[in-house]
């Protein structure tokens, strides 16, 4: 439980929350007891001042201390019964007392030296006036006292509602954050548990999509595209596996019965021997090939090949492609010329490139009749390299021209398997094409020949 995501989020709503109502509440707070205090000082300021215009008022009036200030003890007793009941006040002219009210709070000891403001004495607030009067050249010192305990607990009992509420708030805000997250994560786990059912058996099936505008239906639309490709992926390996079994075994096969019957059977001419070497000679140099262009299919696929880049000319490795391919050509009376004229510095792997041409010169060489031709020719387009290999051939039909880059595709497969081909080559060829940030395509396929064209990115030299 600790561990799920309805938990978690539970404790980052009940966390976040209980953040916010303690800022909040420490806020309000301080906001009240600002308040209550200024307002509590700005009330023993008010006394003070009344009381100090009543002492002037007074002692200006009666004209000397004798009968002024008995008056000052009448006015504080009328302020005490009619105007200011709860705050104590003192009068002084030196270090006598003048006059005083005790209120209802009562009063501390007080003593005329205090220096005049504000002031807190133990459980008390006191303002201290200095009101000097001219006509007795004498300054009377106010004391107004008042006790805070009303004030502070005030504040303690609104404490004691945030101490109680911003608990209790955060416990149910918690308990309903969870109960709203497990209503809101249901169709995650509704999610989850179809993906679950999901196997390789049965990738056909989709999620469903309750709402395709918000975030779970889109969730589960990329799923389904996810399932479409894997779907995909599973199908393109079946495929292979079966098209590679069956291409590994066909050899082995030949091979194989090409040696049994050459054994089993009793002496033979030399020739016969000879004739069934060379058919397994062949068909484990067919096996080989395959083996090792699934083996370079398999590095790509896991991403492990590495292009080794060098720097070389283009020209000359098209010449040596032909001078290869003539060899295979000779036989079957099928002329191979290159049309190249001047350099073509190339930057990328030598190797893959040779393995590009020669497999399109040898797909061409077996597709030609005899007294037939394959032409090579190398030519300048703005910024890159323009390889063509056209043969006059038959041509590939028009239905088979969208696959013939898809592995083990082949147009014409009796043809293809007598004559040694894996239906890898074009794939392996527009792979390389691809690394080297160029495109192989098939430009042209007719009645009279057909004619591929390699681009490459102009580099080095």
């Known amino acids: 439980m600790l561990n799920s995501f309805r938990f978690r989020l539970t404790l980052w709503w009940a966390g976040a929350l209980a953040v916010l109502l303690i800022v909040f509440s420490v806020g309000v707070y301080s906001l009240l007891a600002r308040s209550g205090r200024g307002r509590f000082d700005a009330s023993l300021r008010s006394v003070g001042e009344v009381t100090a215009v009543s002492v002037n008022h007074e002692l200006e009036e009666h004209q000397g ?7 000052i003890g009448l006015v504080l007793q009328t302020m005490h019964q009619v105007s200011f009941p709860r705050p104590s006040i003192v009068v002084y002219e030196g270090g006598r007392r003048v006059a005083s009210k005790a209120g209802t709070e009562g009063l501390g000891d007080l003593s005329p030296g205090l220096p005049e403001g504000m002031q807190n004495q133990g459980a008390y607030r006191i303002a201290v006036f200095r009101t000097p009067v001219p006509s007795l050249r ?20 609104f404490r004691r509602i945030l101490y109680f509420c911003v608990p209790l708030g955060v416990l149910l805000a918690s308990v309903g954050g969870y109960f709203l997250a497990r209503k809101n994560l249901a169709p ?35 799923c389904n595209a996810l399932l479409g490709r894997m779907r995909a992926s599973f199908d393109d390996q079946r495929r292979f ?14 091979a194989l019965t090409a040696a049994q019957v050459t054994y089993e059977g009793e002496a033979r001419p030399t020739a016969e021997y000879r004739e069934a070497l060379r058919i397994v000679v062949e068909q484990m140099r067919r096996l080989k090939r395959i083996v090792q262009d699934m083996f370079l299919l398999a590095q790509v ?18 010449q040596e492609a032909v001078r290869a391919a003539r060899i295979l050509s000779s036989p079957l009376h099928v002329a191979v010329r290159v049309e190249a004229d001047g350099e073509a510095p190339m930057e990328g792997d030598e190797g893959l490139l040779r393995q590009l041409l020669v497999a399109l010169l040898d797909n061409a060489i077996r597709h030609t009749p005899a007294d037939g031709s394959v ?7 703005p910024g890159s390299w323009c390889v063509a290999v056209a043969d006059t ?32 080559g074009l794939s392996i060829a527009r792979w390389i094409a691809t690394v080297h940030e160029g495109e192989l395509t098939l430009a042209e396929s007719s009645g009279r020949g057909t004619r591929f064209v390699l681009r490459l990115p102009r580099r080095g030299g």
């Open 65 to 71: 201390r004798e009968a002024g200030e008995p008056s």
């Open 138 to 157: 004498a300054t009377y010192t106010i004391l107004v006292s008042q006790s805070t305990a009303p004030l502070e607990e005030e504040l303690a009992g």
């Open 188 to 222: 995650i786990a509704a999610l989850t548990y179809e993906v679950n059912r999901i196997t390789s058996s049965n990738l056909h099936q989709q999620l469903p999509v309750v709402n395709p505008r918000d975030e779970l239906g889109q969730l589960a639309m990329t």
């Open 393 to 424: 051939g038959s041509g590939i039909p028009l239905e088979d021209q969208p696959h013939i880059f898809e592995r083990f595709y082949r147009a014409n497969k009796a043809r293809t398997r007598e004559a040694g081909g894996s239906g890898l």
């Open 375 to 381: 032409t090579v020719s190398l030519t300048t387009e």
């Open 241 to 254: 596996m079966a098209d590679a079994s069956h291409e590994i075994r066909t050899p082995i096969s030949v």
């Open 301 to 318: 696929d896991a991403g492990a090949f590495e292009p080794r880049v060098t720097s070389f000319y283009l020209e000359e490795l098209i």
